[in-house]
């Protein structure tokens, strides 16, 4: 019987809640945590001049018609391991950290012929930088961006903005630290003269963008051609004025269902045919002046932070998406 492949990560809740519909309608399936799957299963790659088969357990590739990559979890340097004081250790977890992306890399190559939720390959491809130019090239609008390691650059494009800008990491946001202490790499306001006291002429290459005043923020699930958004009243409240993922837990923003214009809409779902996606989570703000402008897509994004307060119930409807392309 074909069998759907979920790739995900252990302990995510959003995984948990679209198997329980596949169980509800009968499905066969296998779940992967990708960050378990050295310690707790059994994977083999058998190549020689005729064929190539992966085998992950009992299951070779070809019993998988549908792939759904929903996160790609943390790589635990632990479970190959002894713990050391050694002074190569660091050096070892690294190179081992680049031997399991390979690995991951191969395994995802051997789904050729099945049919994929959030294709891997078309999520490694897609940095910020080519989102802004896909997004800009399908007639979304974007903010103003200056990627540079230079500190005269950086001087130069905040004076042409005449107003606040926002640092951004070209890759995910970050959350790391102690057991004590948390630190966020994650946008941030910057002053006008923020440069003009850094003392490196040259820096890490990073993403300035015009920080817009906006109206309300807009969290869009996107699911095969289809968009469930959200507007988020995060302007409202100064801890979250800059992103609303600096969440106030003690006052949540406001979450309520929006309809977005047949406009967006369409460039939306060319986008998203440009980057090669069919699912995703995208982020865009309406500002006080009407622009509906494009900041990032996360492909492998939360979507019941959507499909709760919006009662879009996408949890089923991703069940039925991979049901469907079983047929």
């Not at 995802?108 to 099945?114: D, E, G, L, Q, R």
């Not at 003392?199 to 109206?215: G, H, N, T, V, W």
């Not at 993922?245 to 949540?252: D, T, V």
């Amino acid at each position: 019987m074909p069998m759907i492949l979920i790739l995900t990560a252990h302990g995510d809740h959003s995984t948990d809640q679209t198997i329980d519909w596949l169980n509800y309608y009968n499905v066969q399936y296998q779940r992967i945590n990708i960050d378990d799957l050295l310690a707790n299963h059994t994977v083999a790659y058998s190549i020689d001049h005729n064929h190539s088969e992966f085998t992950i357990d009992q299951h070779q590739t070809s019993d998988f018609k549908v792939v759904w990559f929903r996160k790609s979890g943390v790589f635990r340097s632990s479970d190959l391991m002894l713990q050391s004081k050694n002074i190569l250790s660091d050096q070892l977890s690294s190179f081992l950290s680049f031997e399991y992306t390979a690995f991951i890399q191969a395994l995802t190559i051997s789904f050729t012929k099945a049919k994929w939720l959030c294709n891997i390959e078309a999520v490694n491809s897609l940095d910020k930088t080519k989102q802004l130019i896909l997004a800009s090239k399908a007639g979304l609008d974007i903010p103003e961006s200056l990627i540079t390691n230079d500190r005269k650059q950086a001087i130069a494009f905040l004076q042409k903005l005449k107003g606040k800008s926002i640092i951004k990491p070209l890759a995910e946001s970050e959350i790391f630290g102690t057991p004590e202490n948390k630190y966020s790499i994650s946008p941030k306001l910057l002053s006008k003269d923020f440069f003009r006291y850094f003392k490196r002429k040259k820096f890490l290459p990073s993403l300035i963008q015009e920080y817009l005043e906006k109206d309300i923020e807009l969290r869009i699930f996107y699911l095969d051609s289809e968009c469930y958004a959200m507007a988020i009243f995060s302007q409202l409240d100064e801890q979250t004025k800059v992103d609303y993922r600096n969440y106030n837990f003690k006052k949540p923003n406001r979450f309520v269902p929006y309809n977005l214009p047949k406009t967006i809409l369409k460039s939306i779902q060319c986008f998203m045919e440009y980057a090669g996606l069919n699912t995703g989570s995208i982020d865009m703000i309406k500002t006080k002046s009407g622009r509906f402008v494009f900041l990032e897509v996360n492909p492998k994004g939360q979507y019941d932070m959507v499909s709760n307060p919006c009662n879009y119930f996408l949890e089923e409807k991703i069940a039925l998406s991979l049901i469907n392309k079983l047929n």
